[in-house]
């Protein structure tokens, strides 16, 4: 009940939030219509089209509701295309917070006086979002840092409103069936775990590390070292990186950089975070990405980051050349492969639904191709087939379209999609091609092998606690299994022979 009653308080205070903006009638529920015209009343109409008047709402919420319109923008299924394009501009900028108190909660992070960490600690921050903002400094032992100080109070808004948002989806679910397949309390409990993440900067810090060892040696995508000794919960220390972004092309092309070498270093250094590792920058808009005086790419900022299974890599890799090779019939098999469209649907019908999808965009010039939009427009449709929101794919169409949009500022005459098509292709090849499948075979079955032992002797506990009576069977039962009617009991080759059968299921499920 209290629970209830702080929830309807904090949704009447976003409802006039949304109201002022005339965001409410965006639910297309007769409620929220005449709730939006009462909470208006005598005020002028808002201006701008839908999606920016709620991305102008969501950013005076504050900063759970900025990273929720940032997260709103994957969902076109939810939103409609326009809203969530609009959505993805949402600017995650906040007037910044007092830099005394930036030195307190490093200090006090760090356990030491800010002048034992730091020789200099600039005044002015460079950046300022809703979770934390970044100063300058320079190190004792005189190296130049970026210090990413989390914003006070954060955490306990970040509560709140989450709790707010569980309890709406649950109530969403519960009323309303058909939507269950949109699985919101799930998204919300990611949308939860993944700003949880970014504001303990650790996690961050340790993303960083990671992306940093995928692309060891490689020159072309750089990283800034963590520096861990000065990196805390509430505070991360990177090396100071500097660069041009990498959307101003004219920039960089007046400092000799070759564009189009630049656009295909991003390509391929999206197509190795994506297939090679699972592991991607879902952030990489171009305030995040820079290019450095060699001409190779430098990322920042790694609190979203985004995982893709080996599994879910073979799905999208597949799809995505039976798209550009316009063979819709092998895109429907390998949904109803995966398992995201139920096999009860129709394999004819949902052929016919991708290829509605894809002839207008593939019929469109080369590079004005986006498989992105593809994608976005493809989850659109899947309320029709029963197919289950997924997640990790949303995450994924996000960083394509921002990586997609990268592409077309460098040069507006290339389509990335076909610079990466070859490393594509060859790693299908190399992981969905016979010696691929007979790899992955051995692999299975040594790890059954593995299991053997241990499956057989859970044969022979089951076995003991049928005879010392762990279940109430009927005495002559018992005495079968075990010998004691003197007819020899279960033979001793049959345990073997119940595991090599269970080994043989797990290799050729």
């Known amino acids: 009940m209290i629970r209830a009653t702080r929830s309807l308080y904090r949704l009447f205070t976003i409802g006039r939030v949304l109201a002022r903006h005339d965001t409410l009638a965006l639910a297309e529920l007769p409620v929220a219509t005449m709730a939006s015209a009462l909470l208006r009343l005598g005020k002028p109409p808002a201006t701008g089209r839908p999606g920016q008047r709620l991305a102008e709402a969501l950013a005076e919420l504050g900063p759970t509701f900025i990273k929720l319109g940032q ?16 959505l993805s501009h949402l600017q995650d900028r906040l007037p910044p917070f007092p830099t005394a108190e930036a030195r307190r909660i490093v200090a006090t992070e760090l ?5 034992e960490a730091f020789q200099s600690f600039d005044d002015v921050p460079v950046a300022a979002a809703s979770i934390a903002q970044v100063h300058f400094a320079v190190t004792t032992d005189g190296r130049e840092v970026a210090v990413k100080v989390l914003r006070p109070g954060v955490e306990a808004a970040f509560r709140r409103d989450i709790d707010l948002l569980t309890w709406l989806a649950e109530w969403v679910e519960l ?12 998204s919300v409990r990611t949308f939860a775990d993944t700003v949880a993440m970014e504001m303990d900067l650790r996690f961050e810090a340790a993303a960083a590390a990671e992306l940093a060892d995928n692309f ?5 995508f750089r990283v800034p070292a963590v520096d861990w000794l000065r990196t805390g919960r509430r505070v991360m220390t990177l090396e100071r990186v500097a660069g041009t972004p990498v959307d101003e092309r004219e920039h ?3 400092m000799g950089h070759d564009v189009d070498a630049v656009l295909q270093k991003a390509a391929e250094s999206f197509f190795n975070m994506v297939f090679r590792d699972g592991f991607f920058h879902a952030d990489m808009h171009p305030g995040n990405l820079f290019v450095d005086d060699n001409g190779n790419l430098v990322a920042v900022d790694f609190g ?5 299974d080996r599994r879910t890599r073979r799905f999208l890799g597949e799809m995505l050349i039976a798209f550009l090779n316009a063979d819709y019939r092998r895109v429907a098999e390998v949904h109803f492969e995966a398992g995201y469209v139920p096999a009860d649907q129709s394999l004819d019908a949902f052929t016919q639904a991708c290829r509605s999808i894809a002839e207008p965009i593939l019929e469109r010039p080369l590079h004005e191709i986006s498989i992105a939009r593809l994608l976005g427009q493809l989850f659109e449709v899947t309320e029709t087939f029963s197919m289950e929101t997924q997640p990790q794919l949303l995450l994924l169409q996000k960083s394509m379209l921002v990586a997609e949009g990268i592409g077309r500022r460098l040069d507006p005459r290339v389509n990335m999609w076909q610079l990466a098509r070859p490393l594509i292709e060859r790693w299908m090849r190399q992981n969905l091609g016979p010696q691929a499948r007979l790899r992955e075979t051995v692999v299975n079955a040594t790890a059954v092998m593995e299991r053997l032992p241990r499956l057989i002797g859970e044969l022979e506990r089951a076995v003991t606690t049928l005879a010392d009576g762990g279940l109430r069977l009927h005495p002559d039962t018992v005495a079968r299994i075990t010998g004691e009617d003197g007819k020899g009991g279960l033979p001793g080759w049959l345990p073997w022979a119940i595991a090599l059968i269970l080994a043989v299921i797990l290799v050729l499920r």
């Open 71 to 86: 997260a709103l923008s994957t969902r076109a299924d939810l939103m409609g295309e326009e809203v969530a394009a609009d």
């Open 111 to 115: 356990g030491c006086e800010l002048s």
């Open 175 to 186: 009323t309303r069936p058909r939507l269950r397949r949109l699985r919101l309390t799930e």
């Open 216 to 220: 060891a040696g490689d020159e072309t």
């Open 252 to 254: 960089l092309a007046a």
């Open 304 to 308: 979203i980051m985004g995982r893709v």
